[in-house]
């Protein structure tokens, strides 16, 4: 026979449980990037001169995103990136981009990227906003982003894959190329990558 004190004891129980079954099934899933099967890219392309493009990457970095199709506006990334890990495959021209004069890998030596908000603009596509910090100045900006793919992976994993782009313009992060033509003023960076569900 229940006893008025076990009704209490049900009925708050069950109100906890009203209250944190919203809250627990909001919550996205974890995602930590695959950098150890380099299944990820932080990418820049950038004017040479208005004539060609330089391409080249970093390649070391570390990131984690949020993800749930269901949940689509708790979506978030974060993104660590090591200024001095550029390769644009020309050994003297990355000394020059790393050194004061453009990036100052020594004074700033990691990039950041922090997520603030999502939203959807359509299946598998929608806008990531957020604060990029790179040669020690920070940034709001908006990155569009495509769902590539989700699924189990062959090794008993579950992974989402996605890429982005976005045009920074370097003078906004305190990167004077006023000497140079306006066409070198601002870089595409792209980012794509696949992470693991924890």
């Known amino acids: 026979m229940l006893t008025a004190n076990t009704l209490k004891k049900t009925a708050a129980a069950a109100a906890i449980t009203a209250v944190m079954l919203p809250f627990s099934q909001a919550q996205a899933d974890s995602y ?3 950098i150890e099967g380099n299944h990820a890219f932080v990418q820049f392309k950038i004017s040479h001169l208005g004539f060609s493009y330089i391409l080249g990457s970093f390649e070391d970095f570390s990131g984690e995103f949020n993800y749930d199709p269901e949940n689509l506006e708790n979506a ?17 021209r990355d000394r020059h981009i790393l050194s004061e004069d453009f990036l100052d890998a020594d004074e700033y030596p990691t990039a950041t990227f922090e997520s603030t ?16 910090t790179l040669h020690g100045q920070t940034q709001t900006i908006e990155m569009p982003v495509t769902l590539l793919g989700e699924g189990d992976d062959p090794w008993g994993g579950y992974r989402a894959g996605f890429e982005g782009s976005t045009t920074l313009v370097l003078s906004e992060f305190g990167i004077d ?13 792209y980012v794509t990558f696949e992470g693991i569900r924890q």
């Open 32 to 34: 930590t990037v695959d």
């Open 76 to 92: 978030s990334v974060d993104f660590d990136v090591q200024v001095a890990s550029l390769n644009s495959n020309h050994a003297e």
């Open 117 to 132: 908000g999502f939203e959807s603009t359509d299946d598998n596509e929608g806008v990531v906003t957020g604060e990029l």
């Open 177 to 189: 190329m006023q000497k140079f033509p306006e066409s070198m003023r601002e870089l595409e960076l």
